[in-house]
């Protein structure tokens, strides 16, 4: 079932239940031959630097930063609201694997017309 699919993430360490299943989420879908986006943006961009998702483990799911590495592996690709990260005085030199700062047009180029997406 090739095609695209967005998930956003605004959230981390404040609902880890759901940072987690945003990032099943977006696996399950790189894994169904979709060019597959996360979208980090508000406190979810905190999830784009080395190290922080590492302590996140929900019971019932693998670890986030499985999740995460595995994604990146598959080939997904992860966008950071440019602000977002700024306003959080994030390291660009820490970005986790496949992650890109980018503005909201580059996402919006992603997305195209009719894209599924997904929001957490």
């Known amino acids: ?6 998930v956003s993430i605004s959230v981390a360490k404040n609902d880890t239940d ?16 979709r060019e597959t986006v996360v979208f980090l943006s508000i406190e979810g961009t905190r999830l ?13 799911f693998a670890p986030l930063q499985e999740l995460m590495t595995n994604f990146a592996a598959a080939g ?7 602000p977002c990260f700024k306003k ?4 660009e030199e820490n970005l986790v ?7 909201g047009a580059k996402l919006v180029e992603f997305m195209g017309e009719g894209i599924p997406s997904i929001s957490y």
């Open 1 to 6: 079932m090739p095609g695209k699919f967005v």
């Open 97 to 103: 694997s496949g992650a890109k700062i980018v503005g």
């Open 76 to 82: 997904g690709t992860i966008y950071v609201c440019s």
């Open 18 to 33: 759901k940072a987690t299943v945003g990032f099943v989420i977006a696996n399950a879908a790189v894994a169904s031959d």
């Open 48 to 60: 784009s630097q080395r190290g922080y998702a590492d302590d996140i483990h929900e019971e019932g």
């Open 88 to 91: 959080r005085g994030l390291d």
